[in-house]
């Protein structure tokens, strides 16, 4: 904890209330557009997460936390819908690697887009140099807490990590 010199504590309340009240914006938006793709929130963290390439279910366990059985019911239903794929590896059959099909990728694409759309407009009013300090500071505490890449790759995007 930030400590003053007093040993007291700073009273941060303001910033607790800004990142909350942030966070349930932006899932509220989140959670608007999955609605119109007929995806449930989980759903559409695991389909961004293998929107750019495959990946393996050990891998996508550590980053969605989610348990192994939780996630084989995810992907279980996900590919019922005809969205995404499993596959084992020639090479070691223990390894199951998860990708989208082509209608997941179609759909993936949209509600990416729809998302991004939605959040940049939320931001879309500050001063270019306000919005660059926002994303710089998110960055940041991404980093600093090693949040894994759910949306999107902000290094993939030429952006270097804070």
């Known amino acids: 904890m930030d400590q003053r010199g007093d040993g007291t504590v700073p009273d941060n309340s303001g910033i607790s209330a800004a ?23 989980a759903q559409a963290q695991l389909m961004c997460v293998i929107k750019d390439q495959p990946r393996g279910m050990t891998e996508l366990t550590h980053m969605l936390g989610l348990e192994r059985p939780g996630l084989t019911g995810l992907a279980d239903r996900i590919e019922r819908r005809g969205l995404l794929r499993r596959e084992v590896r020639p090479n070691d059959r223990r390894t199951v ?8 990728k179609k ?9 991004t759309a939605s959040l940049q407009g939320v931001v879309a009013h500050l001063p270019a140099d306000e919005r660059q300090q926002f994303e710089e500071t998110a960055f940041s505490i991404i980093m600093a807490e090693q949040v894994p890449a759910i949306f999107g790759d902000f290094e993939a995007a030429g952006r270097s990590a804070v």
């Open 19 to 41: 990142l909350v009240r942030l966070s349930f914006l932006v899932q509220r938006l989140y959670a608007q557009a999955c609605s119109r793709h007929d995806l449930s929130p």
């Open 97 to 104: 690697m998860v990708s989208l099909t082509r209608t997941g």
């Open 107 to 115: 759909v993936t694409e949209a509600f990416y887009a729809e998302v």
